[in-house]
């Protein structure tokens, strides 16, 4: 079946260091692909998608490429910030029907000034 | 500001209660969804609706049921609550088609004693 693979973490980041978290995902058909952020004590709020191979969602400094080669939706940011700290959540949508969604297990950011 | 809603943020409720969780949205969404959230375990879906009176089993949907009976909201239900059922609950509304991502309500925590 569908399912979603995330790196594990916590990552720990210096403040302005360069973030990569590495979802790589196993899918029939063209899933949509999203990334979440949970703040703490919050529910998830959708940071970007892609809908088709060769997008690339960006928000907020942060930017995802959907490579349909390898699978994968890899979170990037050129320079964190202390405010990044959070869960992140990569997803894809099931394709077979009523848009659900299939999430990694998440990955914690800790960034540190 | 569309949202989600969550009745409660925080509760504490006895073994063998019946426990209910609103959810409400205000953005005319179809889908609407359940999951709760366990460290270790991600985001795992108890439930869904894709129309008023619908309703789907998601991967865990023992000891639980839901109603909705308007498009707006959609309860989840804990017949008798049990300590292994301790968790956040996390509601999420959708329009149909796999592009759109899902918004959020903020969590409801669930304590049961």
């Known amino acids: 079946g569908n399912s979603v693979t995330q790196m594990e973490g916590p990552v720990t980041l210096s403040e302005e260091a360069f973030l990569t978290i590495n979802c790589t995902y196993t899918a029939t058909g063209y899933p949509s692909l999203f990334w979440y952020v949970q703040y703490p004590g919050e529910g998830l709020q959708l940071l970007l998608k892609?809908?088709?191979?060769?997008d690339k969602g960006s928000n907020k400094g942060f930017e995802a490429t959907y490579r349909k080669e390898t699978t994968s939706f890899h979170l990037e940011k050129g320079s964190v910030q202390v405010s990044d700290s959070a869960v992140y959540f990569c997803a894809l949508s099931d394709s077979g029907g009523y848009n659900k969604l299939i999430f990694g297990a998440g990955t914690r950011l800790a960034v540190h000034p | 500001d569309v949202k989600v809603t969550q009745s409660s943020r925080y509760l504490v409720k006895r073994t063998g209660e019946k426990v209910f969780l609103e959810c409400v949205q205000d953005?005319?969404?179809?889908?609407m969804f359940w999951y709760r959230q366990d460290p270790g375990l991600g985001l795992r879906l108890i439930y869904f609706?894709?129309?008023?009176?619908?309703?789907e089993k998601g991967d865990i949907p023992e000891g639980y049921s839901v109603s909705r009976e308007k498009k707006e909201r959609f309860s989840l239900i804990l017949e008798s609550a049990s300590t292994n059922q301790t968790s956040m609950y996390l509601c999420a509304s959708s329009l149909p088609g796999q592009n759109y991502g899902y918004t959020f309500g903020s969590g409801t925590r669930l304590t049961v004693v």
């Open positions: 609706s894709y129309d008023v009176k619908m309703k």
């Open positions: 953005m005319d969404h179809e889908n």
């Open positions: 892609a809908t088709k191979a060769d």
